[in-house]
């Protein structure tokens, strides 16, 4: 069940004590709450997708939810066991500069000792102090109330009235026992539902309401509510002030905004975030394609039962339990892109962890493209200016350049460059600590052109492919398991990456088996969509990965290291990409019952804009020659088809 995301809401009064949950009923009980942690960013996943909702929270885990939560200012701190640059340490500078937890001594934090039952009331108390709420004691018993210092049992008095803590289905607090990940979330979230809440007003799960955005906030009558869907829908889409419809306290539909994947599975007995699929059709049968936890989709219209958006250049279906919403007002983070350097650079930006990430160079910008100048897009090709203005059209070069061509560069140059990267981030982080020695791509520039030949894979997309999935051939998985390219790594945690003896065999088997035979054989293919990286409407994007930028920052990666060494093969081709459903490729420049392959789909996205991406070698009688994607191996084999001009549109 998704629950309202990093939104001030005026919601639902707290009724109850439901305290901290005996273990046997928390899995259950605190779902909700551990959900929505998870969402604001407050908490973090493991590295394998899992929660760890039982697992018992550190010292300076618990300063960093509640530095998270209250978006604490920045402080400092002189502990000796907690390293300047410990990834928590300005998490714990900052709850101790507010006075919201100090030391076990006068210089020692004890960051990776247990939070116990007892801190943690003691830090709420001052988390609500902190936050200006006023505090109203509240005796409350318990079995083991005699055994409490009378530090602890007053602290519980003055925050109960909230009704965030309480003890165990038992009847005891248990103060000395240890806090868990699930027990942290449920206090944060009741914490800051007491902060935002209405009290007095409570909201049927059942029902629709409508809610309008005032000053930051999504404000909820509970008096203008409908008993069914069709009801609500109607009022909303006619009420000019609405910004939100929700059934209960979920979200199901907005006038403006963004949709954001947040489904999750159970995987070997553990709750982790998975991908969102987009379908065809509203009956949930045909997958297009799917996408990463968090990432932007365009929101177009809903029901009670789907959701219909765009992802990349496919407009499709998501499942309403499978999504979340985040009305435009209340949006803290978008995708954009900007011309920085006369280059195109994409902002991408996580709903579910409220992260902007880090900018990556795309390639070239359009000439009609400024700096200084925030520009949408929710596909990468067309682009509209934040503030208004006339739409630009841009296919990225190395974004729909075939696979099937040929780099200029040779293994030397290959090698080179993988030098000159490694050095840009040699001992940048823990992460890079000696590359220029340890990485798994150096010296594998004469291999991967090897493997060009091979299998006609163009060997700077293998290098790029590899340097973008493999981090430079620094991750834990290209030294583990010598795995360059995230095979048989998946976003829920079930499989966790195929292991190779060598990361040579590791570039074969993505040359060989997933691009030559799997993703751009073009008769054969089980996941081919186009053999260029493309999006998620077009190529290799669409079946490769959930990320739906994952092409155009495969293409950055062939864009910088074609810079680097001397832009041989930036516009070497002429790129075209299929107009209409069901082009032919001919051996011959004529039309003629047979043909060598044929582009099957039929839906090429918006504004007809993303068909196949085709390289365009020569022309003649109304003719255009392209590269062939069949398999060398194919009898029909010899490197160029023939497709007709008119069902081609030139994109460079």
């Known amino acids: 069940m998704k629950f309202i995301s990093r939104l001030l809401i005026i919601l639902l009064a707290i009724t109850g004590i439901f305290g901290f949950a005996a273990a046997s009923n928390a899995a259950s009980s605190l779902e909700k709450e551990m959900n929505e942690m998870v969402k604001r960013g407050i908490i973090s996943g493991y590295k394998d997708g899992s929660l760890g909702e039982k697992d018992n929270v550190t010292r300076e885990q618990f300063a960093a939810f509640i530095s998270r939560a209250l978006d604490l200012p920045e402080g400092e701190h002189s502990f000796k066991d907690v390293p300047a640059n410990s990834n928590l340490s300005s998490d714990v500078a900052k709850v101790y500069s507010s006075g919201i937890m100090e030391g076990v001594s006068a210089d020692r934090f004890a960051p990776k000792a247990n939070i116990t039952r007892a801190q943690v009331v003691l830090t709420l108390q001052k988390v609500l102090a902190y936050s200006d709420m006023k505090m109203e004691r509240n005796a409350v018993e318990f079995k083991d109330s005699k055994n409490m210092t ?3 049992l007053s602290a519980i008095y003055n925050i109960s009235s909230y009704n965030i803590v309480a003890g165990h289905s038992d009847g005891s607090f248990k103060p000395n026992a240890n806090a868990t990940r699930e027990q942290a979330a449920a206090f944060i979230y009741r ?10 007003e409570k909201y049927d799960s059942n029902t629709y309401y409508i809610g309008t955005v005032e000053n930051g906030k999504l404000v909820v009558p509970t008096d203008n509510n409908y008993a069914t869907h069709s009801a609500a829908s109607t009022s909303f889409n006619a009420d000019a002030k609405a910004d939100a419809l929700l059934k209960g306290t979920d979200i199901v539909a907005i006038k403006d905004g963004v949709v954001y994947g947040d489904r999750t599975s159970i995987v070997n007995g553990k709750k982790v975030l998975d991908v969102t699929t987009i379908y065809s059709n509203a009956d949930f049968k045909t997958q297009l394609t799917y996408m990463e936890p968090g990432r932007e989709m365009r929101f177009i219209e809903a029901t009670g039962q789907y959701v219909k958006v765009q992802a990349g250049g496919t407009i499709g279906y998501a499942k309403q339990g499978e999504v979340d919403f985040v009305p435009a007002e209340l949006m803290k983070g978008e995708e954009y892109y900007e011309v920085i350097g006369a280059e195109l650079n994409h902002y991408q930006y996580n709903h579910l962890s409220g992260k902007q990430e880090t900018r990556y160079p795309v390639g070239p910008a359009p000439s009609g493209m400024k700096e200084g100048v925030k520009y949408k897009s929710v ?3 067309h682009f509209k200016p934040f503030a208004g203005g006339a739409e630009i059209k841009h296919y990225p070069y190395f974004q729909y350049q075939s696979v099937r061509s040929k780099t200029s560069y040779t293994a030397e140059e290959l090698d080179r460059y993988i030098m000159t990267a490694l050095n840009g981030v040699n001992n940048k982080t823990d992460l890079y600590k000696n590359a220029i020695t340890r990485s798994k791509l150096i010296g594998q520039g004469k291999f991967i052109l090897e493997m060009q030949e091979k299998y006609n ?17 620094m991750s834990e998985i290209a030294h583990e398991k010598n795995n360059l390219f995230g095979i048989e790594v998946y976003d829920n945690g079930l499989k966790d990456g195929k292991v190779y003896n060598t990361p040579k065999e590791s570039i074969e088997d993505f040359a060989k088996y997933r691009m030559d035979s799997d993703y751009v054989d073009t008769l054969h293919g089980g996941y081919y969509n186009g053999a260029a990286p493309g999006n998620k409407t077009t190529g290799i994007t669409v079946s490769y990965a959930s990320d739906p930028a994952w092409g155009s920052k495969v293409a950055g990666h062939m864009y910088r290291s074609d810079k680097a060494l001397g832009k041989k093969d930036l516009n070497k081709y002429q790129l075209g990409i299929t107009n209409t459903p069901g082009v032919k490729v001919y051996p011959t420049p004529a039309v003629s019952a047979r043909y060598l392959y044929h582009f099957s789909r039929t839906d090429l996205g918006v504004n007809g804009a993303f068909g196949y991406p085709v390289i365009i070698t020569d022309s003649k009688d109304g003719y255009y020659q392209i590269i062939s994607e069949l398999k060398a191996e194919d009898d029909d084999y010899n490197g160029i088809g023939w497709i007709l001009e008119e069902n081609v549109t030139k994109i460079n």
């Open 150 to 152: 009378s530090v602890v």
């Open 457 to 473: 894979v163009n060997g700077l997309y293998i290098l790029a492919a590899a340097m973008h999935e493999s981090q430079y051939g």
């Open 379 to 381: 596909d990468g090709v």
């Open 191 to 200: 914490f800051l539902m007491a902060k935002e809440q209405v009290p007095g």
